[in-house]
């Protein structure tokens, strides 16, 4: 098992009560505590605990719109690149729609570079409307927005292969976009796909599990295990269509995590939660989010987790990418998810 965590942004108001002087500080100070972190510190043969660190590709907060901050994925990505060391970079996940892919493409391949080639394109189709409509996207129907999908990884796949791309679909046209210097990540081949490992995010069975089964080399669904089995099955079923193979393709998902040492400190980080989100979002707004964060599998002491984890991989969880909702005010909860977790799914 593999792990990333998320840095907080702002998006789910997990940078509220901060001086906005003092966000970079935070963010910054966040991301390096995982490039150097290492699990079960102090034991024989520990490793380091974070292979990649995470945002998000978004521009208005959740769980509603608020003029709380939300700063943006790719210039971040920039700034870890020049700023950490060993973690891999990733977003969860860039919006195809949000900028051309031509341009996104060049944009990872600079930022590969600056990182010394840690760079990963997590991507989707997009769905946030409220955003969409107030930067002048539009938000055209899904189907529109996944054909914007599936022409942009093609479009990205290519620069990233070949080192330039052709295009001309319904969505993007683009007629021999060069991309030079070419990534410092190389593909073994035609076979393995781009240079920059792709992340097709979202369990849509029928368009987007298809995209990820032709482009991937991971993917990304959320889910409990039944959900998670099934959209296995699915994507597995693509690649029998395909003629791809399955196990090429990592499975990955993302899980908000609330750990404590006993149930009572568990709830405690829940009531705190709750309270510091009602700060800012509607009660209703609240309500949804603490209901969906209370079910989730990652919830619970650190015996409750492994469990879960466990279960996941069994059915075919590779990489467990964690966000901790309050790790830009207390760290408590991540050192006992490095402490007691992590080390469980280490050889």
């Known amino acids: 098992m593999r792990f990333g965590i998320f ?5 789910r108001q997990d940078l509220t009560g901060i001086d906005p002087a003092k966000h970079w500080e935070v963010i910054h100070s966040l991301a390096r505590r995982a490039d150097t972190a290492f699990a079960g510190e102090g034991l024989p043969g520990a ?12 521009f208005h907060t959740v769980p509603e719109p608020t003029h709380e901050a939300t700063h943006e994925a790719w ?3 920039a700034a870890f690149a020049a700023s950490t060391e060993r973690v891999r970079l990733g977003q ?24 010394g080639g840690r760079i990963e394109m997590g991507i989707g189709a997009g769905w946030y ?11 055209p129907r899904a189907g529109l ?28 046209q683009v007629a021999g976009a060069r991309n030079y210097p070419q990534p410092l990540q190389h593909a073994a081949g035609e076979a393995a796909g781009p240079s920059i490992p792709l992340w097709i995010a979202g369990g849509g069975e029928k368009r987007t599990l298809r995209i990820a089964a032709e482009y991937a080399q991971y993917t990304n669904f959320a889910g409990d295990l039944e959900t998670f089995r099934h959209k296995s099955e699915v994507l597995a079923g693509h690649c029998a269509d395909l003629g791809r193979d399955f196990g090429e393709i990592t499975r990955s998902g993302n899980f908000n995590v609330v750990i404590g040492a006993t149930e009572k400190d568990v709830q405690d980080q829940l009531d705190w939660i709750d309270s510091h989100l009602r700060k800012t979002v509607s009660d209703e707004k609240a309500d949804g989010e603490m209901q969906s964060l209370r079910s989730g599998p990652l919830v619970g002491t650190p015996e409750q987790v492994v469990e879960r984890i466990g279960e996941l991989r069994d059915a075919g969880l590779a990489y467990t990418i964690g966000y901790f909702p309050g790790i830009a005010y207390d760290t408590t909860g991540v050192e006992l998810f490095e402490r007691e977790v992590v080390p469980a799914f280490q050889s």
């Not at 605990?49 to 590709?57: L, N, R, T």
């Not at 292969?161 to 679909?169: F, M, Q, S, V």
């Open 7 to 11: 840095i907080p942004q702002g998006w």
């Open 47 to 58: 490793q380091h605990a974070w292979e990649s660190i995470w945002v998000y590709d978004h």
């Open 75 to 77: 210039s971040l990505m």
């Open 92 to 115: 969860m996940c860039t919006c195809m729609s949000y900028r051309n892919p031509a341009y996104l493409a060049k944009v990872a391949t600079t930022v590969d570079h600056v990182s």
């Open 129 to 139: 409307e409220h955003e969409w409509r107030a930067y002048g996207y539009g938000f």
């Open 145 to 172: 927005r996944l054909d914007a999908l599936a022409e942009g990884v093609d479009i990205m796949a290519q620069m990233w292969r070949t080192g330039e791309a052709t295009l001309d679909g319904s969505v993007y």
